[in-house]
């Protein structure tokens, strides 16, 4: 029989995914674009759902650079290794579904910078964490942040652009290398979140197979709102949600 629900504990999202709002950053980089801080997921599968606006996200991947172009009703996503910078066009609004939630909250991504700051754990970290808050300072540490992505990132495009996968390769090697020691506790969020998700839909197929539906008396609805709205995040001002299995400070989109 499969167990119910825990009083007072909602379930994750459909297949534990994650959820945020984002609108990406009009701050200009160095080479004219305005957008977001190009980076990766080691593990998780990301979605962009445009709901307004238009602008495009730019990806790195070994088998090269793609510019896909978003605007209302487009669905793009990117499969983990796989570098992206969102554009901004005109106001876009996108909603963005995370694989795994509770792992990018937990550091799944890394940040394209230097090869020499991805080698040096404590300078990595310096310069990814912004100061609490939405204030000036904090902006301002998004946008150096953002900055310093930028400028590892336009080496690694310039490189697969002519044909040259290696150094691309080379910095999956280091973002895996930077994030290895955070493994052991990325598998207890899995295993608490998506794998526990996945099992209960085994244990109730097992449920309708010997004809035992009473794990239906427990079905229930839930709603949440932003828990917090304009928050700096990697791609841009981000509208925040508390989940089950997200409980750590968000490093994510």
Do not use: K
């Amino acid at each position: 029989m499969v167990s119910g629900a825990t009083p007072g504990l909602p379930r994750p999202l459909p297949g534990a995914v994650g959820i945020s709002h984002l609108s990406a950053y009009d701050w200009e980089a160095v080479d004219g674009v305005r957008g977001g801080s190009p980076h990766l997921h080691l593990v998780c599968t990301e979605a962009y759902v445009v709901t307004g606006g238009h602008g495009a996200v730019q990806t790195l991947s070994p088998d090269g650079y793609r510019d896909i172009a978003l605007e209302p009703g487009t669905v793009a996503w990117f499969t983990p290794g796989t570098a992206h910078r969102m554009v901004r066009g005109g106001d876009l609004r996108v909603t963005v579904l995370m694989q795994n939630s509770g792992l990018p909250e937990a550091g799944d991504a890394v940040f394209t910078f230097p090869p020499e700051v991805l080698a040096d754990p404590e300078a990595y970290a310096a310069a990814a964490s912004l100061p609490p808050g939405t204030g000036p300072e904090t902006e301002a540490a998004a946008r150096r942040r953002r900055d310093l992505a930028v400028e590892g990132y336009l080496p690694l495009r310039e490189a697969l652009v002519a044909g040259d996968a290696g150094p691309y390769r080379e910095f999956q090697r280091a973002a895996a290398h930077l994030v290895r020691g955070r493994v052991p506790g990325w598998r207890e969020l899995w295993r608490a979140g998506a794998l526990a998700t996945a099992e209960r839909t085994g244990a109730q197929l097992d449920a309708l197979t010997d004809g035992d539906p009473a794990y239906l008396a427990d079905a229930t609805a839930y709603e949440t709102a932003p828990t917090r709205r304009g928050g700096y995040g990697m791609c841009g001002r981000r509208d925040e949600y508390a989940l089950p299995g997200t409980t750590l400070p968000y490093q994510g989109e």
